[in-house]
């Protein structure tokens, strides 16, 4: 290699060293740390906001001028910097108003930037903001296109009669003769009486969460006469987990029905109907890569009983990363059950 050539490597290598985030702090004295809590020692940079929103005040510790500003990649920002005060030598305080994640019980986590920057010193810190949780399985079931919208009408293909590409989706049934796909939503159960149960797709990486929070709503049959459906719903933790509320898998609810004579029928069907209950990874149960969400409508094993048709759309797992920060969805609600959160907005 020609002396040259060795020179050009050797600088560029220098270069790159010079300008390494690690390097530059070393070398240099002044700094802007961001903080989540006011007692914190070490500084962050990553955050999350209420997914009800509102606004946060954060501490900022820096021996320069600077400025706070927002950024994320919306029309219109769902974050603004509402203040920054200096509260005292190096000193600071940066409050962030938010606005809710969203207008109903939708929790995917959406992510801006908080920049805390002095241009003039060429020194800048930016802070990863989230406002809800990563959401590795989701289903608003958009893809299912049997029938008819409209929950009046029993008009359902059966799951034996879904297309290929429809059970390839990862939802499973112990029971396909009483597991009807709809249009944009599921119905387990049938007029016979007999339940339905359908489990969620695998999601392998669930076995290294240690928390996660699941949701989805779940309406009881109402006739247009107005007879009633028995409305228990059964939802299992399979192979791995347990509720974080008494450590056990299994845990009953009763659906809510909905008014089909209502003026505002069908935009407000699924108004009440959401559910949100929080799993964790126990010393005893793990979670396991099998690890899956069974909701069961009634009992499959029988009929001629009393019918217990359940309505299902909107299913999501959402995990929970400590250690990241991640807003506890389980303990804002207090405990599962019917979603207080955001469920309560007006669908």
Avoid at 68 to 87: F, I, N, R, Y
Avoid at 122 to 131: A, E, I, R, S, Y
Avoid at 144 to 151: A, C, H, N, V
Wanted: with cysteine; aromatic share 10%; net charge negative.
């Amino acid at each position: 290699m020609s002396k040259t050539r060795i020179f050009v490597v050797l600088s560029a290598l220098a270069l790159l060293c010079s300008c390494g985030k690690d390097a530059g702090e070393t070398l240099r004295k002044e700094y802007i740390d961001f903080y989540r809590n006011a007692g914190d020692e070490e500084p962050s940079k990553v955050v999350s906001v209420s997914v009800k929103g509102g606004s946060a005040t954060f501490t900022v510790r820096s021996n320069v001028e600077f400025t706070a500003s927002w950024q994320d990649d919306l029309g219109t920002p769902w974050a603004a910097v509402q203040g920054l005060e200096k509260k005292g030598d190096d000193l600071y305080e940066v409050t962030l108003s938010f606005i809710p994640r969203a207008t109903l019980a939708y929790y995917t986590r959406r992510t801006g930037t908080l920049l805390l920057t002095a241009p003039e010193k060429q020194l800048g810190t930016f802070v990863t903001v989230h406002q809800g949780l990563v959401t590795p399985v989701a289903s608003d079931f958009s893809w299912s296109k049997y029938g008819t919208s409209d929950p009046r009408k029993l008009d359902g293909t059966v799951y034996s009669q879904w297309i290929n590409n429809d059970k390839n989706r990862g939802w499973v049934t112990d029971n396909d003769a009483a597991v009807y796909g709809k249009n944009g939503y599921l119905i387990l159960g049938d007029a016979d009486g007999r339940g339905g149960s359908i489990s969620s797709p695998f999601y392998e990486g669930i076995r290294y969460d240690s928390l996660a929070v699941v949701s989805f709503r779940a309406v009881a049959y109402t006739d247009l006469e107005g007879k009633r459906d028995a409305n228990k719903l059964t939802v299992e933790i399979l192979d791995g987990g347990v509720f974080r509320d008494n450590g056990a898998t299994s845990m009953e609810l009763e659906a809510p029905y909905a008014d089909i004579h209502s003026e505002n029928f069908p935009g407000d069907f699924w108004t009440g109907s959401e559910f949100l209950l929080g799993i964790l990874s126990s010393d005893r149960n793990p979670f396991t890569g099998n690890t899956r969400i069974r909701i069961t409508a009634g009992d499959p094993s029988t009929s001629g009983g009393t019918p217990n048709r359940i309505f299902v759309d909107n299913f999501y797992i959402r995990r929970i990363t400590v250690k990241n920060g991640d807003e506890d969805l389980w303990e804002v609600n207090g405990g599962s059950g019917k979603d207080m959160v955001l469920g309560t907005s007006n669908d």
